[in-house]
């Protein structure tokens, strides 16, 4: 909430009291301080989909990533099904060889470090 109150230029006082008046009209108050592993079934599916749906708009998929407005552009760079995406038309419909796919491949290899090491040091804090 906090992306998308700087996306309309409310003060830090403005956001803070428009994401109350949402959290309450939505009926999210009771879940907020819960972590998702203490969620049932459902809400873990609501949560999941809150993440994956936009992945999928920021990610070139169903609209061009060229026809995004500057910020939308530069976030869509961070999510990997961008960088899959792009990948795979090059492969399928373009006829891509190495010699391009391999910046894909850098990129994802690394996000897939990156977010599997700070997953070990989270479970690790966990379990000691």
């Given at each position: 909430m906090d992306f998308y109150c700087g996306i309309y230029g409310l003060n830090?006082?403005?956001a803070k009291q428009r994401q109350a008046e949402l959290v309450e009209l939505t009926g999210?108050?009771?879940?907020?301080t819960r972590s998702a592993s203490k969620l049932s079934g459902g809400w873990k599916q609501r949560l999941a989909m809150g993440t994956i749906i936009p992945s999928i708009f920021l990610s070139g998929y169903v609209f061009p990533i060229d026809s995004m407005p500057e910020l939308f552009k530069t976030i869509s760079y961070f999510i990997p099904t961008t960088w899959l995406i792009?990948?795979?038309?090059?492969?399928?419909?373009r006829g891509t060889d190495w010699s391009i796919?391999?910046?894909?491949?850098?990129?994802l290899w690394l996000k897939a470090i990156v977010v599997t090491t700070i997953a070990a040091m989270r479970m690790r804090k966990q379990v000691v």
């Open positions: 830090r006082t403005q999210l108050a009771r879940y907020r792009d990948a795979s038309r090059g492969i399928l419909l796919l391999w910046q894909h491949t850098v990129v």
